[in-house]
Nanobody, 116 residues
Framework: QVQLVESGGGTVQPGGSLRLSCAAS????????MGWYRQAPGKQRELVAS???????NYADSVKGRFTISRDNAKNTVYLQMNSLKFEDTDVYYC??????????WGQGTQVTVSS
């Protein structure tokens, strides 16, 4: 059974940091590019960071230079280090594969709130 479990969200002040984790099971994790997505109420889910099986990364312009994605294939886990957080980073964050045709069922996500 495929399961993606995100954790690490919370409430931080602007300029703060959080580290999100996503534990995957039931998928061939090491052979899939993985990504972090975010979605605000009423908006489409957007891909903000991705990492290939070889560790190459890509970022949305809105998070470039502030977020860092990484993965640990031995633990079937992908991480998102978020620094210099801004109000507009407030969203629910999800992880999943990157190729649309290969998406797994979405997990519950983890809420990130940036508030003063």
């Amino acid at each position: 059974q495929v399961q993606l479990v995100e954790s690490g969200g919370g409430t931080v002040q602007p300029g703060g940091s959080l580290r999100l984790s996503c534990a995957a099971s039931g998928i061939f994790f090491s052979i899939n590019s993985m990504g972090w997505y975010r979605q605000a109420p009423g908006k489409q889910r957007e891909l903000v960071a991705s990492i290939t099986t070889r560790g190459s990364t890509n970022y949305a312009d809105s998070v470039k230079g502030r977020f860092t994605i990484s993965r640990d294939n031995a633990k079937n886990t992908v991480y998102l280090q978020m620094n210099s957080l801004k109000f507009e980073d407030t969203d629910v964050y999800y992880c999943n594969k990157v190729i649309p045709a290969r998406l797994s069922p979405w997990g519950q996500g983890t809420q990130v709130t940036v508030s003063s």
